[in-house]
């Protein structure tokens, strides 16, 4: 109380940082951008340790040594576990195909555990996909079937252990588990579950597509950028040693010299990738589906180099019965360790405690910039602002059903929606403007109240999906901070552009084309990078329309309710009167 | 003159909570736990009307805490209004929102009258705070504003929380005691105390205030014996509502599943409080002792405060209502709603004011962080019950600096209406008042 109730020390502390008010800003910005990244230099971070030590990695000796063939799901009753199809349809959401529901099945076999009632559960899964799709899952299933063979002859088992093929990849995935959990959704329809065993302690989704692999590839995005415990991680990359196979993450080794500068920049890509799939909020593979269910799961792919040594399924076999021993042994949930971090190498994490400051330290400004004064004139641009994001939110299935009159695809046409009432807010200060010429909106106050609602956006954000805030406020940062109506003429214009700029539209596009560069490798000739990244910007924003109602992904919702509305307060902030 | 701008606000309102009805956020608000606790969860009273309606008493249970009286009404509402039962919500928020205009018109002119008694006391350099007329007008505008769109309020409503019988009966209460009717205020006053019980507190400034109308010093026979009379009355229409209760359950069953239930508090499931969290890390042989500790606590502000403002009833009746939203057994966003919509009714001691600006920010952060911690801890299991607590607990706090700021406001201008608002100058330097 001291200190906000006397005035003495109050007045001193508000003049410090008024007088310092821009270059606190600067350097406050300045340390926070570089000092995130400088978190992925090998010093900064810190090395990956075993919380929980139940899992005890390792202390046991081999025992699977089956050739696998291409079995498939009818396979599970001849190994002699507990057999159950499950039926399933979805629908598309927002009237995209109307009155048609597809149907899809998975097959799971349940085996019992004979040291425990099926009170725990572990899941191995992997995802079904047709032969002649890109990236094939056929050594996945095989990998699983002979593994369900191997496992059923042991007698240590005290968690009962579910095999299940998907498909429609997370379709399928999202349908079982919201059928185990007794979830329903209005899209996806789930069957009944004929057979079911307990608690589900983790999951491992496996995505193998030959008979042989160079390394392992360690997938741990989930859905809203939740991540999985960092234990388990440290368990798949800790076998993964024993197996002596590569383990990678976004299939990149670890660097040989972290401590030296390429190895600084090495471990910086490999976190800025982590970084990029975690904000965007979709999960990287069938496990980020668990995750809101708390159950800790993994993806682990084998990735096929052309060059190097190769590991056959036996060898990979040892790996994924390692795991499931070592999950075996778990006494209780997943709770020690991290679930906040981000990873720069397999085996280095920076954790929240080291990430929020300079995360804090960035977002700074947007408090240090307010002040406060009355609010009445305000509500207009506010009341329309937020107008806008309901707007956003709610019109998906207009757009849809309109543009079918002009044969535009569904992913076009919501795209283009997603535009009109982005110009339609370009729009808006103008209509003000008209009607009240000396309306008596304080540009000040609407930047106080458009930062904080920035800051306070930014902040929650942070708590769930820190990669995602990092670069909002990255780029949000310096334009919102120095935003105000300029009498300038060239000023104004500068300022325009910028905004523009961060509009959350031309944010996902310029998102959407980095993803091409980085994560396609076809992109040479620069005119198809930019056809492929437009088409990429429609089908992303498609996209998470359509997880958003199908998996409950908050990207769109985030986007429509609470970066356009700010967004457009911004706007409507530079085209006020300057006094 | 200010009737359209009224009924403009009433029919936006209105129009805002019937749309917000028909979204997915009315079955989301309604699972919040910090908009409604286990006392004004409507799915508990569903549960407890189909038990009732079984013949079954609600109160053998661990879920139904509602009170008999109110258990009838609400089964009579639930079948009369069927599944249109969020138009009774409405319709009692626009209740709420009327008697809120009232008293704000009431209030100011018991605050004018005050005025006119006390101008000859009054520094001649206190001009510039006087009260005027217009101003007065315009809060009746605002205090309904300021209800129909508090984002608590809004959120209470939709949540169908029945939070809101209690808040009609502590408005009701607070205008017939500006109004001066005592044996009607004495009842309402006994009627929210047969809801939620803390407003038992409000007799004190009802008393005083209504003593003060009729004698003059507060320590003549006369005044003495109208506190008494109000006391009395209202220990008496209590007495009397769980009389009825009584005759129409056929045990005294109920009052372990409401008072007990409010004053044991041994449903410890997380709220905007501070109540669960103490006690579930609590060794079980020290509960007993800080029950009662936090329960007095929740009343003892009764006593200074009623000394220090005897003077201002309405004030003491204000703070007494903040004071019971911080610190009751289990608080949610209506008990703090009712008291932000009556702040209006100050307007003009809120320039005195130094943290609303800190205030407003820490209530935005707890209300936005609170769901989002919530999810991480009970939903990804990633954070934990620590993490919700912190927000709990600056939630309190931002509520615990809001009225004591409010108070020291209040009292600010007091001073300054008796020594005049320009700061006294000594050795050349003005000084400052400063509160310690």
Not at chain 1, 561 to 569: H, K, N, S
Not at chain 2, 64 to 88: A, D, K, M
Not at chain 2, 270 to 277: A, I, R, S
Request: charged content about 10%; overall charge positive; some cysteine.
């Amino acid at each position: 109380m001291g200190l906000i109730n006397n005035p003495t020390t109050r007045r001193k502390l508000v003049s410090f940082i008024s007088r310092f008010n821009s270059p606190l800003c600067v350097i406050c910005y300045v340390v926070g951008l570089l000092g995130f990244l400088a978190l992925a230099y090998a010093p900064y971070n810190a090395k990956t340790y075993f919380s929980e030590n139940a899992l005890l990695p390792g202390w046991f000796s081999w025992a699977f040594n089956r050739i696998p063939a291409a079995w498939f799901e009818s396979k599970f009753r001849s190994i002699g576990v507990d057999t159950h199809v499950q039926n399933f349809t979805f629908e598309y959401p927002e009237g995209l195909v109307k009155d048609q529901r597809f149907p899809g099945q998975n097959v799971y076999g349940i085996l019992r555990a004979p040291r425990a009632a099926s009170t725990e559960a572990l899941v191995m899964t992997a995802p079904y996909r047709p032969l002649d799709s890109a990236e094939k899952t056929a050594g996945g299933i095989a990998l699983m079937l002979s593994l369900a063979n191997a496992f059923r002859k042991k007698t240590y088992w005290a968690k009962d252990i579910i095999f299940l093929v998907t498909e429609f990849d997370q379709l399928g995935m999202k349908a079982w588990l919201n059928a185990y959990h007794h979830c329903p959704t209005p899209y996806i329809h789930a069957g009944e579950l004929t057979g079911r065993s307990g608690a589900i302690q983790a999951a491992i989704n496996i995505e193998i597509a030959g008979d042989s692999i160079s390394s392992f590839n360690i997938k741990s995005e989930g859905l809203n950028g939740q991540l999985p415990n960092l234990d388990l991680i440290n368990t798949v990359v800790l076998l993964c040693h024993h197996g002596s196979i590569t383990p990678t993450v976004h299939e990149r080794a670890d660097h040989l010299k972290p401590a030296s500068q390429s190895g600084f920049i090495h471990s910086l890509q490999t976190m800025m990738l982590m970084m990029m799939t975690q904000a965007s909020g979709s999960p990287s593979g069938n496990h980020g589906l668990f995750l809101p269910f708390h159950i800790e799961a993994v993806t682990i792919q084998g990735v096929k180099m052309k060059t190097g040594q190769r590991f056959s399924l036996n060898k990979i076999g040892d790996v994924v019965e390692g795991l499931f021993r070592s999950l075996n042994n778990l006494l209780e949930r997943f709770h020690q360790s991290f679930f906040f971090y981000l990873l720069p190498a397999t085996e280095r994490y920076v954790s929240i405690g080291l990430y929020m400051p300079p995360f804090g330290v960035m977002a700074l400004p947007l408090i240090i910039k307010v002040s406060d004064r009355g609010l009445l004139p305000l509500l207009p641009s506010l009341i329309l602002s937020t107008f806008f994001g309901i707007l956003s939110f709610n019109t998906t299935r207009f757009f849809v059903e309109s543009a079918e009159a002009f044969h535009l695809s569904a992913s076009d046409s919501i795209l283009l929606g997603a535009l009109a009432i982005l110009i339609a807010a370009i729009a808006y200060p103008k209509l003000l403007k008209r009607k009240s010429p000396t309306s008596g909106a304080d540009w000040r106050l609407m930047k106080c109240m458009g930062l904080l609602a920035t800051a306070l956006v930014l902040g929650a954000l942070a708590l769930m999906n820190i990669s995602l805030a990092y670069f909002v406020a990255a780029v949000w940062t310096p334009v919102l901070v120095t935003a105000k109506p300029h009498g300038n003429r060239f000023a104004q214009l500068l300022q325009v552009v910028l905004l523009l700029a961060v509009s959350p539209l031309f944010l996902i596009c310029v998102a959407s084309f980095a993803y091409t560069l980085i994560f396609t490798k076809v992109a040479s000739d620069p005119r198809q990078v930019m056809t492929q990244s437009l088409d990429l910007a429609s089908k992303g924003f498609f996209s998470s329309v359509m997880d958003f109602h199908l998996f409950g992904n908050w990207t769109f919702a985030l986007y429509s309710c609470a970066f356009v509305p700010i967004w457009a307060l911004f706007w409507g902030l530079i085209w006020t009167p300057a006094f | 003159m200010m009737a359209f701008p009224f009924l403009l606000t009433c029919f936006v309102g209105m129009g805002l909570r019937y749309w917000l009805f028909g979204t997915s956020l009315a079955g989301w608000f309604a699972e919040q736990n910090e908009i409604v606790t286990p006392l004004t969860s409507w799915k508990r009273v569903t549960e407890g009307l189909s038990l009732f309606n079984l013949d079954r008493s609600p109160y053998e249970g661990d879920i139904f805490h509602e009170t008999p009286l109110v258990l009838r009404l609400l089964n009579q509402l639930n079948n009369s209004f069927g599944s249109s039962l969020y138009i009774l919500f409405m319709l009692l928020d626009l209740l709420i929102a009327v008697l809120l205009e009232r008293i704000a018109k009431h209030h100011g002119r018991y605050l004018l009258q005050e005025q006119a008694r006390k101008i000859s006391e009054y520094s001649t350099e206190a001009q510039d705070i006087l009260l005027k007329t217009n101003a007065l007008q315009i809060t009746r505008l605002i205090i309904v504003a300021g209800y129909l769109f508090n984002p608590y309020v809004v959120m209470t409503c939709i949540a169908k929380s029945t939070a809101i019988f209690n808040n009609l009966a502590i408005v009701s209460a607070m205008l017939l005691t500006l109004k001066g009717n005592q044996t009607w205020a004495c009842l309402w006053i006994a009627v929210a105390a047969y809801l939620s019980f803390y407003p038992i507190m409000l007799v004190v400034p009802a008393a005083i205030f209504i003593a003060q109308r009729q004698g003059t010093d507060l320590s003549s026979p006369q005044c003495i014996s109208s506190v008494m009379k109000t006391v009395l009355c209202t220990l008496t229409s209590l007495t009397a509502l769980l009389y009825i209760s009584f005759t129409l359950e056929g045990s005294w069953q109920f009052l372990n599943s409401t008072y007990g239930f409010i004053l044991s508090v041994p449903d410890l499931t997380p709220n905007m409080g501070v109540f669960w969290y103490f006690f579930t890390e609590m060794f079980e042989h020290f509960c007993l002792f800080f029950l009662w500790v936090f329960q007095i606590n929740a009343f003892i502000y009764t006593v200074p405060l009623s000394i220090k403002l005897r003077d201002q009833p309405i004030f003491l009746m204000f703070m007494l209502i903040a004071l019971m939203a911080i610190f009751k057994s289990y608080p949610s966003y209506a008990d703090c709603a009712l008291y932000l919509s009556l702040i209006p009714l100050w307007r003009h001691v809120l320039p005195q004011t130094r943290n609303n600006f800190i205030v407003v920010c820490m209530l935005m952060v707890c209300s936005v962080l609170a769901p989002v911690l919530w999810h991480l801890w009970i939903y990804s299991g990633s954070a934990n019950a620590n993490f919700y607590f912190a927000i709990a607990l600056v939630f309190s706090t931002a509520q615990i600096f809001l009225v004591t700021d409010l108070l020291f406001a209040f009292l600010r201008r007091e001073y300054d209406l008796l020594h005049g608002s320009k700061p006294l100058i000594i050795n050349g330097k003005p000084t400052e008042v400063i509160l310690e």
